[in-house]
């Protein structure tokens, strides 16, 4: 399974970005998706994350509230709606497939990542 991110971006703080990541496979095999974000010199932490069966979806607390993951079935993507976005949401973000279903927090759950897309958000 391949996946493929897109849509990151300059934008100036408070703007908004929309992240998609499509498989490349016929569906995610019914696994979970995640975003991921990894800033230089700092570790690659969880964004969030969705069921790809049932409409289950966990956010790291730097996010909620801002950010919204969704999924289309159809289209076989799933995106990250990013507003009110922070300088510190500067990182190149991943999306990534689970092992299973339900959709996680740690990295180590997550078996296919898709290359990075560059979010860059000014003062």
């Known amino acids: 399974v391949q996946l493929q991110a897109s849509g990151g971006g300059l934008v100036q703080a408070g703007g908004s970005l929309r992240l998609s990541c499509v498989a490349s496979?016929?569906?995610?095999?019914?696994?979970?998706v995640g975003w991921f974000r990894h800033a230089p010199g700092k570790e690659r932490e969880f964004v969030a994350a969705?069921?790809?069966?049932?409409?289950?979806?966990y956010y790291a607390d730097s996010v909620k509230g801002r950010f919204t993951i969704s999924k289309d079935k159809v289209k076989n993507t799933v995106y990250l709606q990013m507003n009110s976005l922070k300088p510190e949401d500067t990182a190149a973000y991943h999306c990534a497939q689970g092992r299973t279903g339900w959709p996680r927090t740690d990295r180590s759950e997550y078996i296919y990542w898709g290359q990075g897309t560059q979010v860059t958000v000014s003062s």
């Open positions: 969705i069921s790809w069966s049932g409409g289950t979806t």
């Open positions: 496979a016929r569906t995610f095999s019914n696994n979970a």
